[in-house]
């Protein structure tokens, strides 16, 4: 499975943006997918995810009420609408991918995209 994230950018604080990803591959073996980020000097940490079949989602609690997560099957991407944003939110986000069974963790998650950088402006 390959995943291609793209949408970051810089933005004021308040601002919005949205971050796609899109899988391609074996992608019926996918049980769900989300994103991560990583701000400088700290640890990659999970924002939310969203399963494909029941679309069950979480979030963050860092990130609730602000930003959405969504899927289109049909082009096997998912989204991240992200509203409200705050300088803290400044980060690389990376997309992940697993599959049913994986341990949901950064080791054991076993697909993931290159990041792409979200910059917000205080």
């Known amino acids: 499975v390959q995943l291609q994230a793209s949408g970051g950018g810089l933005v004021q604080a308040g601002g919005s943006l949205r971050l796609s990803c899109a899988a391609s591959?074996?992608?019926?073996?996918?049980?769900?997918m989300g994103w991560f980020r990583q701000a400088p000097g700290k640890e990659r940490e999970f924002v939310s995810r969203i399963t494909w079949s029941i679309s069950y989602i979480y979030y963050a609690d860092s990130v609730k009420g602000r930003f959405t997560i969504s899927r289109d099957n049909a082009k096997n991407t998912v989204y991240l609408q992200m509203n409200s944003l705050k300088p803290e939110d400044t980060a690389i986000y990376y997309c992940?991918?697993?599959?049913?069974?994986?341990?949901?963790?950064?080791?054991?998650?076993?697909?993931w995209g290159k990041g792409t950088q979200v910059t917000v402006s205080s």
């Open positions: 591959g074996r992608t019926f073996s996918l049980h769900g």
């Open positions: 992940a991918a697993y599959r049913y069974g994986d341990s949901l963790t950064i080791s054991g998650i076993p697909y």
